[in-house]
């Protein structure tokens, strides 16, 4: 996953760096060991980025850099509050109704469209 991570990261950035533009922060979902987050928050170095997934997964990690950090936590339950929210290859492995329920905790962590938030997917099936 850490090599698809980092794919997906070097096409973000290059590709489509927009999607980054006026965000003070983002929240990457089940961000495992923050591979992805880290490329971008290296590439961004005014954007604030956070990696949550379970508290076994991200206990212990050290961020590289100032504006990274990790969170412990249950998607289902919280997602950190962020301007975006960025989920690589996770509604694929649940069902409908835990999509929906993940995606409404995504909706209560960003602001509204009007007031910048933002929502990306990467999605595999």
Do not use: Y
Request: glycine share 8%; net charge negative.
């Amino acid at each position: 996953m850490a090599c698809d991570s980092q794919l997906v990261g070097s096409i973000l950035i290059r590709d489509c760096k927009d999607v980054f533009s006026g965000l003070n922060s983002l929240v990457d979902v089940g961000g495992g060991t923050g591979t992805l987050a880290k490329e971008i928050a290296d590439a961004f170095l005014d954007l604030n980025c956070i990696v949550t997934d379970l508290p076994h997964v991200v206990d212990g990690l050290v961020a590289n850099n100032k504006s990274l950090a990790f969170v412990g936590g249950d998607m289902f339950v919280a997602i950190p509050p962020a301007d975006d929210v960025i989920m690589k290859w996770i509604l694929h492995d649940w069902n409908d109704e835990e999509c929906v329920q993940m995606l409404r905790k995504c909706k209560e962590a960003i602001p509204s469209k009007e007031n910048g938030g933002k929502l990306n997917f990467s999605v595999i099936r």
